[in-house]
DNA sequence: AAACAGATGTACT
DNA sequence: GTACATCTGTTTA
């Protein structure tokens, strides 16, 4: 049985919490399956929301490492980060893509896709499939409806640039599970 | 297979 | 008003 992350896997530096984040199991409310894809975003990065100080919508990446900073994108789409490093650094790592495997008939009901490969490959699709909107912004990610346990640490990590941004572009601070076909886009090599 | 418009909260100029 | 850590449905090649 793997051990749950304690808050302080998240008391550390982004850099070191984002790759040792691919291949955990990630739940909400027992949904979910392995994390295949995050991003670290760091509060000396002009990418970050937190890079020009705190706002209303940003506060809880201020806040202790090992919360939910949950935020709305385009309007439209929810997207969810963990928070890292000492309180006040600001820093948090985003989830990108999940391989699903629990709660599978739910997710493709809340998706509406057919197939797997499409139900969490996204920020946006993580959250829509898994249910998780602005109103768990701040909530504890070592209790329910939060469960999040160790990978196997053993995997291949691919490293390459961030998606959809135009800022810090050449910052080699995405992480994934090579060649998984649940990457919201597949990883150069 | 690639390009594009459209949806539309929050922050900033 | 413009930009943005996005995704989808439709159109064009």
Redesign the pocket.
């Known amino acids: 049985m793997p051990a749950l992350l304690q808050r302080k896997f998240f008391a550390r530096s982004v850099h070191a919490v984002a790759p040792d984040l691919i291949g955990a199991t990630l739940l909400f409310n027992g949904i979910g399956g392995t994390i295949a894809e995050v ?1 670290a ?1 760091h509060h000396t990065d002009p ?4 890079f ?2 705190r ?4 506060a809880v ?1 201020f806040g202790p490492p090992g919360y939910a ?1 949950v ?7 929810w ?1 969810v ?1 963990f928070v890292c490093e000492p309180e006040g650094s600001a820093s ?1 790592v ?1 989830i990108r893509a999940l391989v699903p495997i629990h709660g599978l008939s739910l997710m493709r009901r809340r ?3 057919k197939g797997e490969r ?1 139900l969490c490959s ?5 959250c ?1 499939a898994l249910g998780i909107t ?1 109103v768990h912004n701040g909530l504890p990610l070592d209790r329910a409806p939060f469960e999040l346990r160790a990978g196997p640490g053993d995997l291949e990590i691919a490293v390459g640039p ?6 810090a572009v050449d910052h080699l601070w995405r992480y994934g599970i090579q060649q998984s076909p649940f990457l ?1 886009k597949p990883f150069r090599t």
Not at 162 to 167: A, L, N, P, Q
């Open positions: 991003e975003y990418a970050a929301h937190s020009r100080g706002t209303e919508r940003n990446m900073y935020y709305c994108s385009y309007g439209i789409h997207c980060n948090a985003l998706r509406k896709v499409l996204g920020p946006g699709r993580v829509q602005g961030r998606v959809g941004i135009s800022k919201s």
